[in-house]
């Protein structure tokens, strides 16, 4: 059964007239890993912003249904409680803002959204602490303002973090991997490993095969100027990790 | 009765100046536009005398105390003088290979001046007030009304002579043109220069002000800049005036669209100096930087006063300035970054910094933001201190007697506002840098004791 | 949209005036004669039986004030005030000086219980552990209505109360440094209180004591076209600590009330100070009308070595802020400091900053402000860090930052950095800028609202500022700040 059906998906940048997704259809089921690959440019991030309601961009034609229901005309927090995560490339720091504040914030703003009592304090802690470990964050990390200071590494494990804490129905990783030593990598991949359930997609945005040997997709999507010109199953990945983009890209065209 | 309605007490430089109006004014050039323009600053200057520390924009140079007497204007230069001149015009050229505009006691000296560049016209500023272009009264009426500045107003009252210079638009010049300005006697000198760099062109011109040593001349000069759209002026500027010179200089530019103007000045000159700087944005997507080097020593007195206006979106500015003081030098920094309303997207980073070499000066400090749009990234900062004693201590560790490290890390300091300096539109901007850390380096070691 | 503009317009319709406190009390009142003159000063003087040195000063005050001008430097303009269409002395008509609590009017009590200031002791104790305490001094008008724990602190020495009736009951102490830190000449609006002030808090901690519980002073302005020019002294005697506390608030009115308080700080050697103000006067409607003029002197002498005085202040209410709480650091080694959350919304004008004058050896001041502007306001921070020839080692380190909702208000900021000493070493900076997109729009797909969303940065934006404030009065402030900005930004 597919979670999330976007069909004929087009957006541009809100004050230009650039034209970014070009009629993208893309079907993922649910419990499915979909990994989504391509050059750079070819509106990776775009649409994981388009999904999740950046106002930067415009949204000019086509449909994004989570279990049924067209998102695209939600606020982002509508879309967060409605279950869609997306995991930042480059996470924002938040001064002044401590870590478990933002976490219980969001947490509870969400549980409200859906008509759920806030969570307990100490029931909340508990959780953190339980997840915070499983992703080697340590204490000082979590007594820190939102993301101030952390490595590269730090940010992206601090990103599962929340998603494993939100527990989204669908999860879009966008360029999760970069700026990732392969330990941290490791650790992160596990993350999500630990997160799969019949229940829950992923949509794994990246641009290297790397990362698709720690998260094993389902299938492999390649997305150019704003279309998916090509799905097959991981050994997609291998072929494009091969050959280059070029090659696919020109098959396509 | 009020404090207002006091008339206050005139200087004896006041009465001079006052007095040397009524005698001189019939010879200024120039028709009744101009004459009216002057009789408008007369009747400011009049009724508000020189600025003093009551006047908030002169809070710390209290002109009034720092000018007693005022000299007399300048005359036609003499024999003496001219070879004087002469001799400072060479000094001042130094090993550039720029075309030199000369301007002697205030007077554009034609015949001393170099041969131009196609695109790049001068004229002398006499000429043109004679033959009534409007342009230029226009320009002065519009600084007036615009700054309503006591010092600009003072010199618009004795608006005589200067040179203009006039880049055509496309023209890309890969000459320097350098302004050499210099005092040859214990006047008061006046002097007025406007630039006007047209629509795409480029051009690097550097200001040089020299004079004797030892003799209390006074100068009072303004700079209008005009930058077109799309057009390129970087402005290096050099202040080495005598020790007892008393230096005014005032710096009016309007940025177009799309325009990039950049300036540096290096001061360590005068006895009493004031550089005001007053840029403005008109045009969208537009770049300035200011910056400047100052290093006093003994008594000398030296205030930088700018306000960046940013009157339209999308415009950058970057402001950095460094203050040296030795002895008991007194230095001044008031910088105001304005914001307009919609003046959206705005950038601007304006950085005060000052090194102390003596337990005796003085630094003031007044870094302003005035801001009234929403979406902006401004910044100011300002530091006041001594050299990092960890630093000198690792670099006299090292065998680097006391004055060396201290000159070596004074340079370091200086090094930051000068590096960057440019985009490369001064032609000769290598030697310009490495002749302005020289001078750092050359103020340092001279340092007695 | 961008979310900002979002969550400007959303709240744009909502009601801008979210101020809660706007009741006011109708209880007879004794008014002087509406004006001000010689007799006037006479008449409070008078009125509070004051010794005869007394009356002499504040009619010296008032002839100097005379001779004065209004202050015209600060970014903030206003109709010109009539002097003479005040009234500069109101007390409750049935006891305006009562004993005990049972003698003050229940409709002041009651006041007081509305605005949640709890003045019955044995309320006050409920559940409280005795270092939460609270000492209360209550000033209702021109004023002091009561003051709770008073024996208490008695027995630890502690001098605290109105400060009409130390004039009274300690004449010496209060004329040994009355004036000594801000002088009755010192500025239109000081010398102006120095000839009408009515009441304010008295304290004094003797040499070694740390005051047992947290003092902290109530006003309120209730009476129309009433001037509350309130007069705070405070000493801390060698070695001593007292942390202080000072709220504020007023009915809401459509005329324009005239607030003029003094609060002068002596911190001898080894004593610490500090004041915590949460001022919430009525800021006026959305459209400027009425609010409370706020011209207050407020300054700290660190007079004695390793001595320390810290202001934090939490800025939301009046229609005009004009106000400089300054540390004078004479001993060598003492120390200062600013902390500052200044909020402006609607058509509220903030001219407010510190000024650090270090004139011993080895002082050092920190500078914290934080400036957050809202609908049509305007809000200014000016300040002044300086080290004279003397003050050898001195250091400043100065932090200022402004944030702006909306594309019709500014935020200005005026630093005046002067250095007389090459050893001093002064750092200074500023950032003015909106909230970030990026950061409301990681917010939001966390789940937070526009709204949460911005209340959350915003709070983060204080953070340091709001640290500062004693644990109690820190979460009050959290919800006064997102309450003010309500209208704004939600």
Redesign the interface.
């Known amino acids: 059964m597919s979670l999330l059906t976007i069909s004929n998906l087009t957006a541009k940048i809100a004050d230009e007239d650039k034209q970014i997704l070009n009629g993208l259809n893309l079907t993922i089921e649910k419990g499915q890993v979909a990994a989504i690959m391509g050059p750079n440019g070819s509106g990776k991030s775009t649409l994981s912003y388009v999904l999740a309601g950046r106002d930067d961009y415009e949204v000019t034609a086509g449909e994004a249904l989570l279990d049924g229901v067209d998102i695209l005309p939600m606020t982002p927090d509508e879309r967060a409680a409605a279950g869609l995560f997306l995991a930042f490339q480059y996470p924002m720091e938040i001064p002044g803002v401590g870590q478990m504040t933002f976490l219980k914030a969001a947490i509870n703003a969400q549980r409200r959204a859906r008509g759920l009592d806030e969570i307990k304090t100490p029931d909340f802690i508990k959780l953190v602490n339980g997840r915070a470990k499983e992703l080697g964050i340590g204490a000082d990390m979590l007594r820190r303002s939102v993301n101030v200071g952390f490595s590269g590494g730090e940010k992206k494990r601090n990103e599962i973090l929340q998603m494993s804490l939100l527990e989204p129905k669908v999860a879009i990783l966008d360029e999760t991997d970069s700026g990732l030593d392969i330990d941290a990598l490791k650790i992160v991949a596990e993350g999500v490993n630990r997160m799969r359930s019949p229940e829950r997609s992923f949509v794994v945005i990246t641009h290297y095969q790397r990362l698709l040997d720690y998260i094993k997709p389902d299938v492999v999507h390649v997305l150019s100027k704003g279309r998916i010109i090509r799905s097959g199953g991981p050994e997609l990945a291998l072929e494009l990790e091969a050959n280059g983009y070029a090659d696919v890209i020109e098959k396509a065209a | 009765m009020t404090m207002n309605a006091v008339t206050p007490m005139r200087t004896g430089a006041e009465a001079a100046l006052i007095a040397a109006y009524g005698v001189e004014k019939k010879e200024f050039p120039g028709g009744a536009a101009v004459n009216a323009l002057r009789d408008a600053a007369f009747a400011r200057f009049e009724a508000k005398g020189l600025p003093h520390r009551r006047v908030e924009e002169w809070k710390y140079t209290d002109l009034r105390a720092l000018m007693r007497d005022a000299r007399p204007l300048a005359a036609t230069t003499d024999v003496d003088g001219l070879s004087l001149a002469a001799e400072l015009v060479s000094r001042a050229k130094g090993s550039f290979k720029a075309i030199p505009i000369v301007i002697i006691d205030g007077q554009f000296i034609g015949a001393l001046s170099g041969r131009l560049p196609d695109g790049v016209t001068v004229t002398g500023l006499s000429d043109a007030l004679v033959a009534g272009r409007a342009d230029i009264s226009e320009a002065v009426a519009r600084a007036e009304e615009r700054f309503n500045d006591p010092l600009m107003a003072l010199n618009t009252m004795f608006l005589r002579d200067g040179v203009i210079i006039d880049v055509a638009a496309g023209t890309v010049v890969h000459d320097d043109l350098h302004i050499i300005s210099v005092v040859t006697a214990a006047h008061f000198v006046s002097s007025r220069h406007f630039v006007t760099v047209g629509a795409g062109a480029s051009i690097g011109i550097l200001e040089s002000h020299v004079g004797p040593a030892d003799v209390d001349y006074q100068k009072n000069t303004v700079l209008h800049v005009v930058v077109g759209e799309g057009a390129t002026l970087e402005h290096g500027r050099r202040q080495t005036e005598g020790d007892k010179a008393l230096h005014i200089a005032s710096l009016v530019a309007d940025i177009g669209p799309n325009a990039h103007f950049d300036t540096l000045t290096v001061t360590t000159g005068g006895a009493v100096s004031r550089n005001q700087l007053f840029v403005r944005f008109g045009g969208e997507n537009s770049k300035a930087t200011l910056r400047g080097v100052t290093m006093l020593r003994h008594k000398q007195h030296a205030d930088t006063t700018l306000v960046m206006d940013h009157a339209v979106p999308n415009c950058e500015s970057r402001e950095m300035f460094k203050t040296i003081l030795d002895h008991e030098a007194k230095g001044v920094f008031q910088g105001k970054i304005i914001v307009a309303p919609h003046a959206q997207k705005t950038d601007g980073r304006m950085m005060s910094q000052t090194i102390m070499l003596a337990d005796g000066p003085e630094m003031a400090n007044k870094p302003e933001l005035e801001i009234f749009a929403d979406d902006v990234q401004c910044a100011h900062g300002c530091t006041v201190g001594e050299l990092d004693e960890d630093l000198m201590f690792y670099l006299k560790s090292r065998g680097v007697p006391h004055k060396e490290a201290e000159a070596l890390l004074v340079e370091a300091f200086a090094r930051e506002a000068i590096e960057d300096f440019g985009e490369g539109t001064i032609a000769a901007i290598d030697d310009l840098r490495a002749a302005l850390l020289g001078s750092v380096t050359d103020w340092m070691l001279s340092r007695e004791g | 949209?961008?979310?900002?503009q979002e969550t400007v317009d959303t709240v744009r319709a909502i009601d801008v005036d979210q101020y809660k406190y706007g009741f006011s009390t109708d209880i007879e009142m004794e008014l002087a004669p509406k004006g001000l003159s010689e007799d006037i000063v006479r008449y409070i003087s008078a009125r509070k039986s004051e010794p005869e040195w007394m009356t002499e000063w504040r009619l010296d005050a008032y002839r100097r004030w005379l001779t004065m001008?209004e202050p015209t430097?600060a970014r903030v303009h206003y109709p010109q005030i009539d002097f003479q269409d005040l009234y500069y002395y109101a007390a409750p008509k049935s006891n305006p000086a009562p004993k005990s609590l049972d003698e003050v009017d229940p409709a002041i009590l009651e006041t007081y219980k509305k605005l949640g200031i709890p003045l019955r002791e044995q309320e006050m104790l409920a559940g409280i552990e005795p270092q939460n305490r609270i000492a209360v001094d209550a000033v209702f008008d021109s004023v002091s209505v009561v003051t709770t724990f008073k024996e208490e602190l008695r027995k630890a020495g502690v001098i605290f109360g109105s400060i009409s009736d130390a004039l009274h009951e300690f004449p010496d102490l209060v004329r040994q440094y009355l004036g000594t830190v801000v002088p009755a000449t010192d500025n239109f609006y000081a010398t102006l209180n120095a000839a009408v002030f009515s009441d304010g808090s008295f304290v004094y901690i003797p040499p070694g004591v740390r005051c047992p519980m947290e003092l902290s002073t109530y006003f309120r302005i209730n009476e129309q076209k009433t001037g509350q020019f309130e007069r705070t002294l405070i000493i801390a005697d060698k070695g001593s600590y007292v942390s202080y506390l000072e709220g504020c608030t007023a009915p809401k009115r459509d005329e324009n009330q005239l607030h003029a308080a003094v609060v002068e700080l002596v911190a001898l050697d080894d004593a610490e100070i500090k004041y915590s103000t949460v001022q919430n006067w009525y800021p006026g409607d959305a459209e400027g009308r009425g609010g409370i003029y706020n011209f207050v002197t407020k300054r700290g002498d660190c007079r004695g070595d390793r001595s320390k005085i810290s202001w934090t202040q939490v800025e939301t209410g009046s229609a005009i802020t004009w106000k400089y709480p300054s540390c004078i650091l004479r001993g060598d080694d003492s120390q200062g400091e600013f902390y500052s959350i200044a909020v402006s919304n609607g058509a509220q004008q903030v001219d407010s900053g510190t000024k650090m004058i270090h004139l011993g050896k080895n002082t050092r001041s920190r500078v914290v402000s934080k400036g957050i502007s809202a609908g049509k306001s305007q809000n200014t921070y000016r300040g002044l860090v300086s080290a004279h020839r003397k003050a050898k080692g001195a250091k400043n380190f100065t932090n200022c930052d402004?944030l702006?909702?909306?594309?019709?208000?500014?935020?200005?900021?005026?630093?005046?950095?002067?250095?007389?000493?090459?050893?001093?070493?002064?750092?200074?900076?500023?950032?003015?800028?909106?909230i970030?997109?990026?950061?409301l729009?990681?917010?939001?797909?966390?789940?937070?609202?526009?709204e949460?969303?911005v209340a959350?940065?915003v709070?983060?934006?204080?953070?340091?500022v709001l640290q500062q404030l004693p644990m109690e009065f820190m979460v009050e402030a959290q919800k006064l700040i997102s309450i003010s900005l309500e209208g704004s930004v939600g």
Not at chain 3, 436 to 439: A, H, L, N, P, Y
């Open positions: 949209m961008p979310a900002v001008r430097w402004s702006l909702i909306g594309e019709n208000c500014g935020a200005h900021t005026v630093p005046y950095i002067e250095s007389k000493t090459s050893t001093a070493v002064f750092e200074h900076e500023a950032t003015t800028s909106k970030s997109e990026d950061i729009f990681y917010c939001r797909q966390r789940g937070l609202t526009a949460e969303a959350l940065v709070n983060g934006f204080v953070k340091d």
